[in-house]
């Protein structure tokens, strides 16, 4: 089972940020935050990933709370391009571990 | 930029018809995964080979699903006999795995093979 619990929908107007919560309790110390999207019929597509420290790329930011307890993945200026389903998970990758586990993940709606 | 290739993209077949799914993960990529995705939901992992090893297949029903992974390279999914609720998605995914730093490993997906069985 997924170990994140995430809003089913959320909307946000084109050009601001849209700040999606995710909520991982059962978060284990040596365990990543990941964050994947997916838009309509194409494959999973990777955002970003951290440990403990907030993390920002090209992409987006991603801010985890001192306890590792929930996470904020924030797309800064969104764009219509932006909608899509967003996948927030807990797990590792490397060093021999196991893949990962999706829930239902965000439908992200960018209205115009 | 390397990709995770995937063929065929669609398919259509009929029930208890053979079907089979190939993919070729990014080049370096020691780990490969088969995700089954159902409309609605996320996808759900049927198997993960190390190299040309299963290392989990505890979600692939082996009554009908097989999947090799010979020269730990290339994968290919198979489904005999397909049945009506095999209707889905199927992703592969490949990542670099054991001997990459847990920091810097991620997982790259193909674009999926959209299975229809009538």
């Known amino acids: 089972d997924a170990k994140t619990t995430q809003p089913p929908s959320m909307d946000c107007a084109e050009g601001r940020a849209a700040n999606l919560p995710c909520n991982h309790s059962t978060i284990s110390g040596n365990e990543y935050v990941y964050w994947y999207r997916q838009i309509h019929s194409q494959g999973p597509q990777y955002i970003i990933h951290?440990?403990?420290n907030n993390e920002t790329n090209e992409m987006a930011s991603l801010i985890i709370t001192e306890d590792r307890k929930s996470s904020t993945l924030i797309l800064p200026h969104a764009t219509l391009r932006d909608t899509a389903v967003y996948y927030c998970i807990v797990g590792l990758l490397g060093g021999g571990a196991d893949g990962l586990t999706f829930g239902k993940g965000t439908h992200l709606i960018i209205q115009p | 930029e390397a990709e995770v290739a995937q063929s065929p993209r669609y398919k259509i077949t009929e029930k208890s018809q053979a079907v089979a799914f190939w993919c070729d993960p990014i080049s370096g990529h020691a780990t490969l995964y088969w995700y089954r995705q159902i409309l609605g939901q996320g996808p759900e992992l049927l198997v993960q080979f190390q190299d040309e090893s299963v290392v989990d297949d505890s979600q692939l029903p082996k009554d009908r699903f097989s999947a090799e992974r010979l020269k730990g390279v290339d994968s290919t999914l198979k489904i005999q006999p397909a049945e009506l609720g095999d209707s889905a998605m199927y992703l592969c995914a490949s990542s670099f795995g054991w001997w990459r730093e847990r920091d810097t490993d991620t997982q790259y997906f193909g674009p999926g093979t959209r299975l229809t069985v009538l």
């Open positions: 951290g440990l403990k």
